[in-house]
C-alpha cells in the first residue's frame, strides 16, 4: 500500500563516490519533489520535476543531480558527495493539478551516510 | 515574504497531558493552505491536516485538534490525551497560491516528547 517509496532506506557511501537514490510512486502524480533534511532542521527543497520539466532551486550545489525518466520514478544524482552531504534524502509528491495549492505526500527517506 | 515560525524548539509532557504546538505564518497572498505534518523517529514526514486561507473553522479528529485564526496569523495544533507514540517532530507549514509548484515553506519544527 505504500505510495510513495524510497530505496535503500539508508545508504553509505564514500567521500567522493557517486552515489543514486531512487523514488517511485503509485499515485500517478504529477509533481515529484526532493528534499534535503539535515539533523534537526526542516527540510530543505532542492529541486523538483513538473512532469518532464525539471525545476531546481537556486542554492541547490551542482553536485546534485536528478533523473525522471517517466511518471513514476526519480532519481537524484549526488556525484561526488561530501561530509556534508550527510542528511536525510526526502522524496515527495503532489498531483499537479493547483499549482501551489496541494499537498505533498512524502516518502519515509533515505539516510544518507559518507565516510 | 512567506515565513513559519514554531517558536517551541522541544516540548516534554507526561502521557496523558494535552499539548499545544505553535505555529505563526507570514504571507502577503491572500490565498493560502496551511498544513501539519508528523515527523516520527523512523523519518517519514507524515501528512496530518490541511487547511485553506478561506476556511477558519477549527477542526477536531480524534485527540488532535486545530486552531486557525487569521487575525493572529496562527495555527496551532493540540494533541489531547497525549500518548507516547504522539512523540515526533512536528512542522508546520505555508503554501501560497502564487508560489508556482515550490511553495511549501517549512517552520523548524518542535520537537515532542511524551512521557510515560
Known amino acids: 500500500d505504500a505510495m510513495v517509496i524510497q530505496n535503500p532506506r539508508y545508504q553509505v557511501t564514500q567521500f567522493g563516490k557517486p552515489v543514486t537514490l531512487s523514488c517511485s510512486q503509485t499515485?500517478?502524480?504529477?509533481?515529484m519533489y526532493w528534499y534535503q533534511q539535515k539533523s534537526s532542521q526542516a527540510p530543505k527543497l532542492l529541486f523538483h520535476?513538473?512532469?518532464?520539466?525539471?525545476?531546481n532551486e537556486a542554492d541547490t550545489p551542482d553536485n546534485f543531480q536528478s533523473r525522471r525518466p517517466n511518471t513514476s520514478f526519480c532519481f537524484l544524482d549526488i556525484r561526488s558527495p561530501g561530509l556534508g552531504d550527510a542528511a536525510m534524502y526526502l522524496c515527495?509528491?503532489?498531483?499537479?493539478?493547483?499549482?501551489?495549492?496541494?499537498?505533498?505526500?512524502f516518502g519515509p527517506g533515505t539516510r544518507l551516510l559518507v565516510l | 515574504a512567506q515565513k513559519v515560525t514554531q517558536a517551541q524548539t522541544e516540548i516534554s509532557v507526561v502521557e496523558k497531558e494535552d499539548v499545544t504546538l505553535d505555529c505563526v505564518y507570514e504571507?502577503?497572498?491572500?490565498?493560502?493552505?496551511l498544513f501539519w505534518y508528523k515527523q516520527p523517529p523512523s523519518g517519514e514526514l507524515v501528512f496530518l491536516i490541511r487547511?485553506?486561507?478561506?476556511?477558519?473553522q477549527n477542526e477536531i479528529s480524534g485527540r488532535y485538534s486545530w486552531n486557525f485564526q487569521k487575525s493572529t496569523s496562527s495555527f496551532n495544533f493540540t494533541i489531547t490525551a497525549s500518548q507516547v507514540v504522539d512523540s515526533a517532530v512536528y512542522f508546520c507549514a505555508l503554501s501560497e497560491a502564487h508560489s508556482g509548484n515550490t511553495p511549501l515553506v517549512f517552520g523548524k519544527g518542535t520537537r515532542l516528547s511524551v512521557i510515560a
Open positions: 499515485l500517478n502524480h504529477n509533481v
Open positions: 515527495a509528491t503532489s498531483r499537479g493539478l493547483d499549482r501551489g495549492l496541494e499537498t505533498q505526500y
Open positions: 520535476y513538473y512532469d518532464k520539466d525539471f525545476n
Open positions: 504571507t502577503r497572498d491572500t490565498t493560502y493552505y
Open positions: 487547511r485553506n486561507s478561506f476556511d477558519e
